[in-house]
T-cell receptor
């Protein structure tokens, strides 16, 4: 049973396209996140949702729009893809407590050509 | 939020040796967590140490926390080739947001 699952695992697309990455967690967690990991392995938080509501929106271009249809899902839609968007995107979830661990998905490697 | 800074950036050891990685942070924390990332995979939680704890063990892992120096260390004893991975620390100040640095890339040579 996969706790946090992302699809697709790999995504290759051309500049200017619009794409979505889906994330689902079956842990019953209230909080979900999107992280971006660049080629230097630096993990940067992009968004955080708590019970379908946006609570963190770091400095991310507005071409990135998260959508949470319910608390088990947090999808990431990216418009007008650019070369610099190439990275690995990770979804994660955690319970709504102050001291807790996060559970990560396997990542989506996005390559923009 | 704040991120931890892991040191060294890369570490290469022989199987059976111990590996020590360090993490420094800037402000007061509620807890600090260590995660492992195998190549091409997501992060996996290893251990959490609270601000009022000084040391914690989990199997071959030993974590220390020195809040006066704002630093933590992760010791892996009797390393194995399967321990090859990137290791990240995540100091947590409030809420549930976790921020990470660039990690320490550990290579354990058989």
């Amino acid at each position: 049973d996969t706790a946090v699952s992302q699809t697709p695992k790999y995504l290759v697309t051309q500049m200017g396209n619009d794409k979505s990455i889906k994330c689902e967690q079956n842990l019953g967690h209230d909080t979900m996140y999107w992280y971006k990991q660049d080629s230097k392995k630096f993990l940067k938080i992009m968004f955080s949702y708590n019970n379908k509501e946006l609570i963190i929106n770091e400095t991310v271009p507005n071409r990135f729009s998260p959508k949470s249809p319910d608390k088990a899902h947090l999808n990431l839609h990216i418009n007008s893809l650019e070369l610099g968007d190439s990275a690995v995107y990770f979804c994660a979830s955690s319970p709504l407590t102050k001291v807790t661990e996060a559970f990560f998905g396997q990542g989506t490697r996005l390559t923009v050509v | 939020s704040q991120q931890g800074e892991e040191d060294p950036q890369a570490l290469s050891i022989q199987e059976g040796e111990n590996a020590t990685m360090n993490c420094s942070y800037k402000t007061s924390i509620n807890n600090l967590q260590w995660y492992r990332q195998n190549s091409g995979r997501g992060l996996v939680h290893l251990i959490l140490i609270r601000s009022n704890e000084r040391e914690k063990h989990s199997g071959r892992l030993r974590v220390t926390l020195d809040t006066s120096k704002k630093s933590s260390s992760l010791l892996i004893t009797a390393s194995r080739a399967a321990d090859t991975a990137s290791y990240f620390c995540a100091p947590q100040t409030s809420g549930s947001r976790l921020t990470f640095g660039e990690g320490t890339q550990l290579t354990v040579n058989p």
